[in-house]
């Protein structure tokens, strides 16, 4: 069964300083990854989305991801915070097709220091 | 806000009382799915339609739980007699299918707490 480990669930960071959440995936198969963010109260965002089209995925609010495939990760970066960033992430992988219930991570809750 | 809509945002029940959400999806997507989040956690997989056909059920859904997606548009989630473990964050997540993965799109969710 497909699974994904976030490592650590609070990453603290200053403004300006890059972001680095980590996320493992397991799968028997090639998996289809994605990085959901979550502000209070609120629902789900879709960040970015692996799909074997190219191994650096680029998402929105200036987010991108690398796929590894030696190291099972997909983590994900941005090169500078920004205090609208601080929210809840979580690491999603989709088992089989790619269009069927995805299986999150537990999420990395991260906060921006001014 | 991503079209898909949730109500109630909030219920606060008792033990043992029945409670129902409605999700109301975008209006072309034919998939839909319902997903559990307790505090702390990611969402959790409960059970998913295409269309008004019930595809899969997690083991998470026990016989309490109950939903349904009448002529494939809106659906709801019944829990008959509530148990404080109940308490949680009910979200609805719907996709038309397109593109390989397609893309969910999360409602606001309801928060559902048990006293």
């Known amino acids: 069964a497909q699974s994904v480990t976030q490592l650590g669930s609070h990453v603290s960071v200053s403004e300006g300083a890059l972001v680095l959440l980590r996320c493992n995936y397991s799968?028997?198969?090639?998996?289809?990854l994605f990085w959901y963010v979550q502000y209070p109260n609120q629902g789900l965002q879709l960040l970015l989305k692996y799909t074997s089209a190219a191994t650096l995925v680029k998402g929105i609010n200036g987010f991108e991801a690398e796929f590894k495939k030696s190291e099972t990760s997909f983590h994900l970066t941005k090169p500078s915070a920004h205090m609208s960033d601080a929210a809840e992430y979580f690491c999603?992988?989709?088992?089989?097709?790619?269009?069927?219930?995805?299986?999150f991570g537990k999420g990395t809750r991260l906060s921006v220091i001014a | 806000d991503t079209g898909v809509s949730q109500d109630p945002r909030h219920k606060i029940t008792k033990r043992g009382q029945n409670v129902t959400f409605r999700c109301d999806p975008i209006s072309e997507h034919n998939r839909l799915y319902w997903y559990r989040q307790t505090l702390g956690q990611g969402p959790e997989f409960l059970t998913y339609?295409?269309?008004?056909?019930?595809?899969?059920k997690s083991r998470l859904l026990s016989d309490r739980f109950s939903a349904e997606r009448p002529k494939g548009s809106f659906s709801t989630l019944e829990i008959q007699r509530t148990e404080q473990g109940d308490s949680a964050m009910y979200l609805c997540a719907t996709t038309d299918l397109a593109g390989s993965p397609s893309e969910q799109y999360f409602g606001p969710g309801t928060r559902l707490t048990v006293t």
């Open positions: 799968s028997s198969v090639p998996p289809y």
């Open positions: 999603a992988v989709s088992p089989n097709s790619g269009n069927t219930p995805l299986v």
């Open positions: 339609f295409q269309n008004e056909a019930q595809l899969e």
